[in-house]
């Protein structure tokens, strides 16, 4: 099979398979582009990085290319995205259109981390003890979802009903029998990655792709081709993976699943009770109660590590951080000790396992238990180890910092402050192409800031382009700023964002979406707006308020007149077409908050470097930001509405044009007081507009 840029072409061309295979398929000159670009780096290897706007139509442009190629090559693609919604929208919607165009021979497969799989071993070990009243509703749910279920990806409906007993029963790799287990064959885990090993594309998730990096690339099929889709969030996934984290949560849990009343050790317990004459008892007994001293001794120093911690953090409202390690903060020495009983329970469950090995005889199934004492083993050497990196705190390369988090929890939390090393020597040296591709990496056209940032410069040096969008946005758009609005950095801003919504929502009723950077303000405007304008018949809905991001999109979207107030996870992955979303707020610029550490690292950073953090980092951050939360109001050529940002700086400080030139549309300054006059006009004269093209249309077609 040959493959050029004309067969690509006329796959995507008016008349072509696509149009044959999608309802209402509209060739774009934009997504012919992109897949074009694709195509290259597939075909030549390399790196490109390219931005392609909303309705670009990215996902068929670079699946196409990744289908063909990989047929020709008979090499997997991989495919990493990182939200669920883009996965489902990949694998229930374009891959099987590309299936009919392709035919046979094609085949796509979805791989999700290892955790959302059911464990068949654990499974029928939770079934053969005796379950208890309160287990009931879970193996009732799971054992209904299996006979529907052939996946056994049942991590998302299982942890909605208990989260801890899914863990009892999850795919884990630390107690895997791997191929002596006797349910190998039918293993959910090994099946999945048994169709994703003779996939041509596979879908994985950012963070599954970075899984496989710390597995030695053993959990995806071998590969040497990537794209990752929604890059914006590759850096934040690629920090997190590499980053150690203990916290009070993660040590109890590991507590528990030891010593709880079914956790292993009760489990080791019974076993022998039934098993094992008393002689041979008693020596493994004894081992279990030197393990549960360990524990207890661990609970004591933990409480006393973890307590030590307000006074690090000083004077805070519940919540703050603070960062250690160099020459500011050191962790209190408990956290040394931490580690060394860690260390200790590690070193007391393998003495536990030589003894139960030594009287497997005895045990009939005593393969399990000796791969849950190995396996728990295992995990506690890793939480030594992480504590201990964290005490050291020794690594320049990365920031350590104690976090409190809203609840009263702490944390203590260490981050590469840049990945781009790791990057290039864990992700980008292994491969022959990879594509790293948004609907927002651009800063007023420019990529620099994202190669700088992902280590593609230099050594990777990739191809790169911004594909601009097909919508009219001069059209479709208006976007207004109060050049005289209260500066969002005063005590009078948040009351002057609630007068004018209500103004607003008078003036123009349209279905809104509000987005905040911080959570106070959010609840602050809400409690101002929610009684008047529920009395207009508007339903006020706000993120933390009236329940979950899915649970309230859910409603806004069936709402007739509603308000929804959102912050951070509300300025990306929302799609709400038409009507359903005619007004988007922006209320302030989206700066990082400077005393977040790894801010400040990365800041610190920058300026021994000799370059400026303010115009290096924060702005294109804040820039990029913006621009998807501009992202979304409009999601198809037909949508129209009102962008509003109530941040004046974006037109009268010295930067603010950095942010109005990596607007799609020009924005219109105006006076506070007659802006909801402003928009109710232009949402009159666009439907006049409409009506009048819609007459038009309707007159030609007559004619
Ligand atoms: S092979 Fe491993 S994950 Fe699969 S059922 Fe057996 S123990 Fe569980």
Redesign the pocket.
């Known amino acids: 099979m040959c493959l050029d840029q004309s067969e690509i072409t006329d796959i995507f061309a008016p008349g072509g398979k696509l149009s044959r295979g999608i309802v209402d398929y509209e060739s774009r000159p934009q997504q012919i582009e992109f897949a074009q670009r694709v195509l290259d780096v597939l075909t030549d290897g390399g790196g490109l990085v390219i931005e392609a706007a909303t309705g670009v139509g990215k996902s068929i442009g670079y699946l196409v290319p990744s289908v063909a190629v990989s047929l020709l090559r008979e090499s997997p693609i991989i495919v990493s995205t990182n939200t669920k919604n883009l996965q489902e929208q990949l694998i229930n919607k374009d891959l099987p259109v590309l299936a009919k165009i392709f035919g046979r021979g094609f085949s796509a497969a979805a791989l999700k981390g290892r955790g959302n799989y059911l464990?068949?071993?654990?499974w029928q070990l939770l079934l053969e003890g005796k379950v208890e009243e309160a287990t009931r509703p879970f193996v009732d749910l799971i054992s209904s979802q299996l006979s529907r279920s052939s996946s056994g990806d049942l991590a998302e409906t299982a942890s909605s009903l208990s989260h801890s007993l899914w863990e009892q029963v999850a795919?884990d790799p630390t107690?895997?029998?791997?191929v002596a287990?006797p349910?190998?064959t039918k293993?959910?885990?090994?099946k999945a990655r048994r169709k994703a090993s003779q996939a041509n594309v596979v879908i994985v998730n950012h963070s599954l792709l970075f899984s496989d990096v710390g597995c030695e690339r053993t959990l995806l099929p071998e590969h040497d081709t990537i794209i990752m889709d929604e890059a914006h969030n590759v850096e934040r996934v690629a920090t997190e993976h590499f980053g150690v984290e203990a916290n009070g949560a993660r040590i109890r849990k590991e507590i528990e699943r030891l010593v709880a009343a079914g956790g292993l050790l009760a489990s080791v317990r019974k076993k022998l009770r039934r098993r094992l004459p008393k002689v041979r008892r008693l020596g493994i007994s004894a081992r279990i109660q030197d393990v549960e001293g360990a524990v207890e001794e661990l609970l004591r120093v933990t409480e006393r590590a973890f307590s030590r911690l307000p006074e690090l953090l000083g004077e805070r409202d519940g919540y703050g951080t603070a960062r250690f390690g160099g020459e500011t903060l050191s962790l209190p020495g408990e956290f040394e000790e931490m580690s060394h009983v860690c260390s200790s329970v590690e070193d007391l469950l393998t003495v536990l396992l030589s003894s139960v090995k030594e009287n497997s005889e005895l045990l009939s199934d005593a393969e399990d238990l000796l791969i849950e004492i190995a396996g728990t083993a295992e995990r506690w050497r890793t939480l030594s180890a992480d504590i201990e990196f964290l005490w050291e705190a020794s690594r320049p390369e990365f920031v350590y910092w104690i976090d409190q988090r809203q609840g009263g929890e702490f944390a203590v939390k260490a981050c590469p402050v840049w990945v781009r090393d790791k990057m290039r020597e864990h992700v980008f040296s292994h491969l022959r192409s990879l594509v790293l591709t948004s609907a927002t990496i651009a800063v007023a056209g420019s990529l620099s800031h994202f190669t700088f940032r992902m280590g593609l410069e230099g050594a990777y040096e990739p191809r790169c382009a911004v594909v601009d969008s097909p919508f009219d946005y001069s059209r479709q758009v208006t976007v207004v700023v109060p050049r005289d609005f209260v500066d969002p950095r005063r005590a009078e801003f948040a009351p002057a964002v609630g007068q004018l919504l209500i103004s607003l929502l008078d003036a123009a009723p349209r279905k809104t979406l509000v987005l905040f950077t911080a959570y106070d303000m959010l609840r602050e405007v809400y409690d101002l707006i929610s009684e008047p304008l529920e009395r207009g018949g508007f339903e006020v809905l706000g993120q933390g308020v009236n329940g979950s991001r899915s649970e309230l999109t859910d409603s806004f979207r069936a709402a007739r007149r509603a308000i929804l107030l959102g912050t951070s996870s509300f300025w990306e992955g929302i799609d709400l077409p038409g009507e359903a979303l005619e007004q988007l707020i922006l209320v302030r610029l989206p700066f990082s908050v400077p005393e977040d550490p790894i801010v400040q690292a990365r800041s610190e950073a920058l300026a021994a470097e000799g370059k400026e953090p303010f115009t290096d980092y924060l702005l294109p951050e804040a820039v990029i930001r913006l621009r998807q939360g501009f992202g979304r109001l409009i999601r198809r050529k037909t949508d129209r509405g009102a962008v509003i940002i109530l941040d004046p700086r974006i037109v009268r400080a010295s930067y603010g044009s950095f942010f109005a030139n990596s607007l799609p549309a020009a924005i219109r300054p105006c006076a506070a007081r007659e802006l909801p006059k402003k928009i109710s006009a232009w949402f009159g004269e666009a439907a006049t507009m409409r009506d009048g093209m819609g007459s038009r249309t309707s007159r030609r077609k007559r004619g």
Request: proline residues 0%; positive net charge; aromatic residues 12%.
């Open positions: 464990c068949l071993r654990k795919s107690t895997c029998l791997s287990c349910h190998a293993c959910y885990w090994r």
